[in-house]
């Protein structure tokens, strides 16, 4: 095979129009936007800690003049030195609520006067991000930052960061459990058939593929080499149809290394392996194209959030309208994004491919865990839909381990999809279950809960002893009604956005090792949303899908 073109990490795919350059006076207005805008945020932070520091000082020195005024009466009762140190108290007190009071207008003053300048620069054209930009951030990358900034800062609008959140979170998972929402036997899932062994088993059939993209260090790290089958690499044999010249599409930017990596975990010679990237910005995943003789097949795979950039990617969580074979709903921003970004990119690939192949059943799959299991989904979703790829005529599939949440209920639920997409999850892994939507949803309960606690002390730990009550008997049922509605009532009863979920045929197992494997309805993802449980991370890491392989 030749040699594949080389192509420096992060450089624009060939024929790509370069970005223009913003006009200089448009770029350093914005420069100094950012500048006010940073400036004003370390203001907040700087006035914040002054207060804490203030009130803090002042109330300790109070507390010790009125302490020694109680020594010394316990003393001599009614003596004028303790009646001058309660009044020198009393003064330290009303100091502290006076030096409160003028930080609080300082801060005031400086943040409208800071605001202003921001939104005068604006007015005069500034554009967001130039200090990004200058600070040698990509475009891509300094949009998504910003976007994913103000997302941030509206979804804590409102909301008491405190160490009392904990104890927030904790009733809310408390109730899930009490209601039989989450934990063991929970009523979604313990009520649903097993799912056929021989379909299980063609769902696991690309985990070694996903966890390919991982690299020989994190395989190490986290163990994941010794839960993979030993597979033997294929004998290439003969080209079938002459191998076409190298075109810029076809692309390692990694280390010799890093193909036979991908090679030796997926059982390919490592000629086969047509294209690695890493992550070289937002809506660009690192990935992988090979073409695999013995199962006839193209195979892209994409790695889970490893960067910033991917995480951007997935933070991008907006919904944008989306019809699919005449369907319509929303879709995932930046998964949509990427799969916008990427499909240009990859159909020459996988055309080589095919050809490589000469197979007229050949067939396309894409594969991925966590983000990777997203934009394989979206791209699957995307080629399905378009219907114009040069692959057209061959079966287009993809497996997605612990998937994101990509389309909404019509789309995710779309006869095609179903048909096209295999999607596993394991546990209460937070990943499947977690949007915009439910995001919202979420904090919405907290909101409520935080108002109880402000409002009606008394209430809200009558409410933390009922969640955290351990019932016997006939009382377990009881309990478990009072649970779940007392949940049902701290839903906000107008959320702020429609829920957004995993695509295709869903299997689920309680654990990598429980085998307790059943197909999974959208249903039983709606109640309780995010799962508040000790185990919804750890359960999305790839060691944990790893060990799904284990006989």
Known sequence: MAEAAALEPGAPEPGEAPTPEPERGVQWTGLFRDVVNVGAAGADVGFRAAREGAGAGFATAATVLRGLSWLGNAAVEGNPASTALDAAGTVMGASGRLADAVLSASHHVTKVSLGATSDALLACGATEGELLRVMGVDGDTADAMITVQKLLKTFGTGMVLDAALV??????????????????????????????????????????????????VVHTFLGLQRHLPSRASQEEGPAVVPTPPPTPHCVHDGTTEAVAHIARVCGVPAAAVLRQRGSVGAYQPSHFVAFDRARNEVVVSFRGT????????????????????????????????????????????????????????????????????????????????????????????????????????????????????????VGEDVVPRLCYGSAWDLRGRVLQLQALRRESPQEYHNLYDMAHAFADGGAVALQRSNAAATYALLADPDPACERLYPAGTLYHTSSPTAGDWRLLPLAALLPGGILLSGTMFSDHMPQVYARLLAP
């Open 167 to 216: 104890q927030d979170l904790a009733i809310l998972s408390a109730l899930q459990h009490r209601a039989g929402i989450r934990g063991e036997g929970a009523a979604a899932v313990a009520s649903l058939s097993p799912a056929p062994a021989v379909a299980v088993d063609d769902a696991l059939a690309y985990l070694p593929h996903t966890l390919a993209t991982y690299s020989e």
């Open 306 to 425: 490893m960067a910033v950039q991917d995480a951007l990617t997935d933070l991008i969580c907006e919904h944008e309208a989306y019809t699919f074979r005449g369907t319509a709903g929303l879709m995932h921003k930046g998964f949509c994004e990427a799969a916008r970004r990427l499909a240009p990119q990859l159909e020459p690939v996988i055309m080589r491919g095919l050809a490589a192949l000469a197979t007229p059943d050949a067939a396309v799959v894409l594969t991925g865990h966590s983000l990777g299991a997203a934009v394989a989904t979206a791209l699957t979703a995307y080629w399905l839909n378009d219907g114009t790829a040069a692959f057209a005529g061959h079966a287009v599939r993809c497996y997605a381990y612990a998937p994101p949440c990509v389309f909404s209920q019509g789309v995710a639920m779309h006869e095609a999809l179903r048909a096209a997409v295999r999607a596993v999850m």
